[in-house]
């Protein structure tokens, strides 16, 4: 049996090149021109695989290619705007070169690619890419990444077997992408599609109902059916999308939930497919769930598959260079085992491939990842761990006993929209104004006995009512705080009841985001409720905007705590002791209630161009806490109101601000604290 080859020294540069330039192959529109609204995400450009397409046997120089733009016509008349590298030899291999075909993200167009498919073709590849439907210089209307978009993806892959006059390989295609380049293969497959093998990364089988989950329309949705025609084209239902989420009203609302996962969603498609898949996902993929994969992997029963969960750089989500060390070989024993015909061991491995995110954070940007595998499916090796939602901010192992609530207000000026906070960017004096954010229902556990790792996606369950009419919101953020007060966000889970009736009691239980985090021996689990979910680690990705976009009625949502309201994670290394075991022993009810104020130093420090500010209120009383510069010139209003006795943490953006050293001065009654922090840019 012969495995993975060692690639020689000289062309182990083109890992570097890809990573470079593959950028855009997972994201939805890099390089793309503005939407009509919101300004481009700057994370949408943070995508780097982890591979190296492998080069020929006995390569000693890099091959001569030429560069051929064409169109291809489809069956209704489109012009696909198209473009191949084939290399320049005396003498072609037997059957033509291996063929790879790249597809690009949404928004993008063939250029996005053109030169890594240069670059690949001198290491002996023809290779091939094209602008999709609706989509740069190519022709028709986009309907969004469905079957419409597979259905030419076929053509176009009969239009490159067809080309073997010219170096194709027809038994020997690989299709590789992202997002849209992802989704659309899969889809493809389906439908009739045969090529040799298909890379998706970050495109789960629900992708269409993971930007709508549990009724919380993602903000990366807007920003995908926003763009102005220069950059996409699309259909009248498409078209009309963006109109329904900003109406933000139940009919709208219902339509947008009708027709988005029509011709999109493939679920009920994986058993169709035959040809060899490797999926990939990210854990902290802004655009969608990671969990769509942990529920319906097992669906891809025809085909062979291997399968990543971790750090994938699409979408927003960490980067690991330990983990693109291994992506490397992974991707290399792909392509050896179904373009070269040679056996590797990738198909032996275990099925499921992981990683953990966990403390320290590298570079003061992302957390570090711990590799791990499973033969087994990965949501059948971990076991839920329930945590109660208490009195005064207890995160428990029991129920809350008595009948105690907590409030989190929604406070939104009467007439002001959702496209008007659009507009805003959710900052500024008119939004604070008018939006009142709230981040006071903050729930902590005492300390952890043990290291204990998170794989899967949360549960949780609220009981609840609201006096506000139609919709209601809540957005449970999770964070692990360290002994030493060293505080992240790990990931989230999203609910918007869209079907209320105000003073209504119910009950609801839903999934949150996927991950798998490994808390540490003696941090705290802690947990914020919130009507608008922003975290400081999203910044650099969303910058003010929101991961889901808010509801936008006035009322107070009452959850009741008691056992309906929990948290259940599921965790791979409980032990079957009782899960009071796990934790050093359990915060009363008045634990956590300031008996002082108190102002923390903020995290992170030094910190870009975000940070967040935690601080505690031990009565009542009018707060103000501002930021000044070194000349002690105001530069930022954080808090400016009464709040009540509580512990809170506010996020400041410094991206407008030049490097250097601030102050931050927290004023509640007769208690003023000042502390200083550095931005570094």
Known sequence: MMYAIRIPVSFRH????ALILLTSLLTLTTNSQERRVLGKPKGLNSWKPSFLLPSPYGLQTLDSVVRTDFTITLRDGVQIDALKYVPVRQNPPA?????????????????????????????????????????GNSGGLSNLISTLEADDLIEIVNWVKA???????????????GSQGGAVPMIAAARGLQVAAIINSVAPPDFASSWIENGSIKTTLLWTVEY?????????????????????????WDSLAHYLPQGRDFVNLLPNITIPVLVEAAWQDKFFNADGWMLHIDKITNAPMTSYLGAVQGHGADHSPTEDIWHMEWFNNWFYEWLWDIRTP?????????????????????????????????????????????????????????????VVKNSVTSGYTLQQAIYDEFKGPNFNAKFRVDTTAVFTSSPLT?????????????NYKSSANTFMQLNYQIYEVLPSGEKRFVNRANFTDRNYVR????????????HSHIFKAGSRIQIIITNLDRAHTDYEFFETNPFVL??????????????????????????????????????????????????????????????????????????????????????????????????????????????GVYFYRLTAGGFTDIKRMVLVK
């Not at 996409?232 to 009203?249: E, Q």
Request: overall charge positive; some cysteine.
């Open 14 to 17: 083109l890992f570097c090149v």
């Open 95 to 135: 059957g033509g070169y291996l063929t790879v075909i790249m597809h690009h993200g949404y928004g993008d167009n063939k250029e996005t690619l053109a030169e890594f498919c240069r670059l690949q073709a001198q290491y002996g590849y023809y290779t091939m890419t094209f602008s999709v439907r609706g989509q």
């Open 163 to 177: 080309d073997s006059v010219n170096g194709s390989n027809p038994s020997r295609i690989l299709i590789m992408g």
């Open 228 to 252: 102005t025609p220069d950059t996409a084209r699309y259909n009248s239902l498409v078209d009309r999308m963006s109109d329904w989420i900003y109406a933000d009203t139940k009919p709208y």
């Open 346 to 406: 990738i198909m032996s491995q275990a099925k499921y491939q992981y990683a953990s995110t966990t403390f320290p954070v590298v570079n003061g940007r992302w957390f570090t990842f711990v590799h791990d595998s499973s033969h087994a499916l990965l949501r059948n090796i971990s076991t839920p761990m329930r945590l109660y939602f208490k009195r005064n901010g207890v995160l428990g192992t029991t129920p809350q006993t008595g009948n105690h609530t907590r």
């Open 450 to 462: 043990t290291d204990l790792k998170w794989l899967g996606a949360p549960v949780v369950s609220v």
């Open 503 to 514: 003073n209504s009691v119910r009950c609801v239980t839903f999934r949150g985001h996927a």
């Open 550 to 659: 808010p509801v936008m009625k006035n009322g107070n949502h009452t959850i009741s705590l008691n056992s309906f309201s929990y948290i259940d994670f599921p965790i791979v290394n409980a032990s079957s002791s009782p899960v009071s075991l796990l934790f050093q022993d359990e915060m009363t009810e008045n634990t956590l209630q300031p008996e002082r104020f108190s102002l923390s130093q903020n995290y992170p420090n030094p910190f870009n161009p975000s940070t967040m500010i935690e601080y505690s209120i031990a009565k009542a009383e009018k707060v103000e806490l501002k930021v000044y510069d070194l000349l002690g010139r105001e530069v930022a209003t954080l808090v400016n109101e009464i709040q009540a006795p509580g512990s809170y943490n506010v996020t400041f953006n410094a991206k407008n601000l030049s490097s």
